[in-house]
C-alpha cells in the first residue's frame, strides 16, 4: 500500500489551471502537516505550499503566492492544490508529503506538470 498517491497532472497552456490531488493511506492523514514540493528537470526539489494538520498556517513559495491554493480534507484523507495561472516555469515533477514530529515522513511518486502553449 502507498501512503501517497498524487494525481491530476498534466499538459496546460499557460494561464491554465490544474488541480492536484494527493490521497492518503496507511497512516493518521489528520495528524500530518503536509506540504507540497516540486523538481524541474536539472533543479533542487523545493517547497510550494505547506498546510498544517488543521488547514491554518498555510505557507507558500513566494513564487506562487496568489496563483496556488493548498487545501485539505481530513475526513477524505486528501490533500489539494489548486493552481492557476499557470507559467512555463511552473512546469515540474510535482510531490506531496506528509510529516509529524518524531515520526517518519511519507512522499508521494510525483506527478507531471507540464505547461507549454
Known amino acids: 500500500q502507498v501512503p501517497l498517491v498524487e494525481s491530476g497532472g498534466g499538459l496546460v497552456q499557460p494561464g491554465g489551471s490544474l488541480r492536484l490531488s494527493c490521497a492518503a493511506s496507511?497512516?493518521?492523514?489528520?495528524?500530518?502537516?503536509m506540504s507540497w514540493y516540486r523538481q524541474a528537470p536539472g533543479k533542487e526539489r523545493e517547497l510550494v505550499a505547506s498546510?498544517?494538520?488543521?488547514?491554518?498556517?498555510?505557507n507558500y513559495a513566494d513564487s506562487v503566492k496568489g496563483r496556488f491554493t493548498i487545501s485539505r480534507n481530513n475526513t477524505a484523507n486528501t490533500l489539494y492544490l489548486q493552481m492557476n495561472s499557470l507559467k512555463p516555469e511552473d512546469t515540474a515533477v510535482y510531490y506531496c508529503?506528509?510529516?509529524?514530529?518524531?515520526?517518519?515522513?511519507?512522499w508521494g511518486q510525483g506527478t507531471q506538470v507540464t505547461v507549454s502553449p
Open positions: 508529503k506528509g510529516t509529524r514530529w518524531s515520526s517518519p515522513e511519507y
Open positions: 496507511g497512516f493518521p492523514f489528520s495528524s500530518y502537516a
Open positions: 498546510i498544517a494538520t488543521y488547514g491554518g498556517n498555510i
